[in-house]
């Protein structure tokens, strides 16, 4: 489901993240992703399909259309990263609680 990368000890950690729920990341799951991403300091970027944006605008978010099975690069640094990466890694996992 997702691969981990610290690259290097500059503080980035990155993260493949598989859609798993059934109809994607529609207004919902947007809002529920950018919630969690606003509680922490650290930047966060998801990327897919070479379109990368800010992972705490829920109008990116929604602009990367990611339906079912889509793939995300997610990337997450600052002091607080790896506790939004965990965070952000449970919601998928849990299909964004919608199955």
């Known amino acids: 489901m997702s691969a981990a990368k610290d690259k ?3 503080g980035v950690i990155t993260r493949e993240l598989v859609v798993a729920n059934k109809v994607g990341i529609h207004a919902r799951p947007a809002a529920m992703f950018v ?3 606003s509680r922490y300091q650290c930047d966060i970027f998801l990327e897919k399909d070479g379109e990368k944006i800010n992972g705490k605008s829920i109008m990116g978010l929604l602009m990367l259309a990611a339906g079912p099975g889509s793939k995300l690069m997610m990337e ?5 990263a ?3 990466t965990a ?3 449970d919601l998928f996992q849990r299909k964004f609680d919608e199955e």
């Open 8 to 10: 290097a000890g500059d």
């Open 35 to 37: 919630k969690i991403a």
């Open 76 to 80: 997450a640094s600052g002091k607080d």
């Open 82 to 84: 790896a506790q939004a």
């Open 87 to 89: 965070e952000i890694e």
